[in-house]
């Protein structure tokens, strides 16, 4: 089996791997100022390990042309990878920061095909197995054999338990294990812990007359805050794209870990509009703000930043990792950031907590416990090498490739 590295080596963002020079697995974009795309690919086929945008992101790039590979992927996966398309093209279509249009976010419906877990079907001349990845909805390891070497993918994946998805047990044999290493060097602190202490701080600033803003990506980490809102009986708002996800999350039961306790919150939370002001109005009520984007870079977050940003009483309550350089990272470290085109002083609170989605240093060595006679290979992460050579010093086959690498495995 050859395995080409056409993205997401030595790095997050842009996943792209292609397989016997046939089939190719995830195609995403990284984001940035311009966003960057993985290397060219002609594949047979698509699979595609879930709905993240740098996952997903550049898929209907591979229609533009003449070929019409068949697309597989779980149904949420499929739902979520064509809604962030749209969002894509209503952000940055006919610019160089698009790399497809409309007519091929439609070919993509074309030539979807949507699988269940552990449901093996053929691609590309080889068999390919989805296995539940605990990351978000519809999230798979990917198990590819093509009759001599089993490789597994392992996407993004958790070994802890959410409130939204379980963590994953599934654990197929393999060769061949490419695994993503994003926390490679982080402990997360326990998860119920994290949710008391969050919990906790949303109930002060609520009880002392604030408003808490709560900047949340659209796809999994909306949900885990209408869930844990709805559990604590805080009273919510959810405004942006997760509104959307919501309701489309609802439509898959199979796929989230209590579907009814997703109905309850969602039943529990008041979706906004954005109509008449409705933003401004709300901002001013004692109450929590789930909303996109998760690092300030855009949504209705834009509106709701700057109206309670002067009052300490209110808070900022950062769910996920603020990548470098984005205004959610430059609110944690300076107390200002750039809102919509404006430099902003931020006298409210503004805290961070850990909701990872992903696996920690002990998640990924508890999951690769299972393949100590598999040759491993590193991606997905900042510090692949690093990560590789603890592994190495533990007598495991690991390496990190890099960007455009060939391997033979």
């Known amino acids: 089996m050859e395995i080409r590295f056409l993205g997401g080596a030595g790095e997050v963002g842009r996943s792209a791997i292609l397989v016997n020079d046939r089939l190719l697995l995830d195609y995403g974009m990284k984001s940035g100022t311009p966003p960057q795309f993985p290397g060219d690919a002609d594949p047979d086929a698509v699979v595609v390990s879930h709905g993240h ?30 809604t962030l398309a749209r969002d894509t093209l209503k952000l940055h279509g006919g610019t160089l920061q698009c790399p497809f249009t409309e007519t091929d976010v439609q070919r993509a419906t074309q030539v979807s095909r949507t699988h269940g877990y552990r449901e093996t079907f053929e691609a590309a001349g080889h068999d390919v197995t989805f296995f539940d990845a605990g990351h978000i909805p519809g999230s798979a390891h990917v198990l590819v054999d093509d009759g001599e070497t089993r490789l597994l993918y392992t996407g993004d994946f958790h070994t802890t338990d959410q409130r939204l998805v379980a963590e994953t047990t599934a654990r197929p044999d393999a060769d061949v294990v490419i695994c993503e290493s994003t926390y490679s060097d982080v402990e997360h602190e326990d998860r119920p812990t994290v949710e008391d202490r969050f919990v906790e701080s949303l109930e002060r600033t609520l009880w002392e007359g604030g408003t808490v803003v709560i900047p949340a990506f659209a796809i999994g980490r909306t949900q885990e805050m209408l869930l844990l809102c709805e559990r604590h009986d805080i009273p919510c708002y959810v405004d942006g794209m997760g509104k959307r996800i919501t309701e489309m999350l609802l439509h898959h039961p199979e796929f989230v870990r209590d579907a009814d306790a997703l109905g309850r919150a969602k039943s529990h ?141």
Request: glycine share 10%.
């Open 269 to 409: 939370a008041r979706f906004v509009t954005g109509r008449d002001g409705q933003r401004e109005r709300i901002a001013e009520q004692n109450t929590a703000i789930i909303t996109t984007s998760g690092m300030l870079h855009g949504g209705p977050a834009m509106t709701y930043v700057p109206a309670v940003r002067s009052h300490p009483t209110n808070k900022i309550a950062m769910t996920g990792y603020q990548v470098e350089g984005t205004p959610g990272r430059d609110l944690l470290e300076t107390g200002s950031a750039e809102i919509d085109g404006r430099m902003l002083a931020v006298s409210a609170q503004v805290e961070q907590y850990d909701f990872s989605a992903h696996a920690d240093r002990d998640g990924l060595r508890e999951f690769l416990a299972a393949y100590e006679d598999a040759r491993v290979l590193i991606n997905h992460g900042d510090r692949c090498e690093a990560f590789a050579e603890e592994l190495r010093a533990d007598g495991v086959d690991a390496t990190a490739p890099e960007l455009g690498d060939r391997c033979e495995c």
């Open 53 to 82: 945008l740098d996952h997903v992101g550049a898929i209907p790039s591979l229609l533009s042309g003449d070929a019409r590979p068949p697309i597989h992927w779980t149904p949420p996966t499929r739902e979520l990878a064509l």
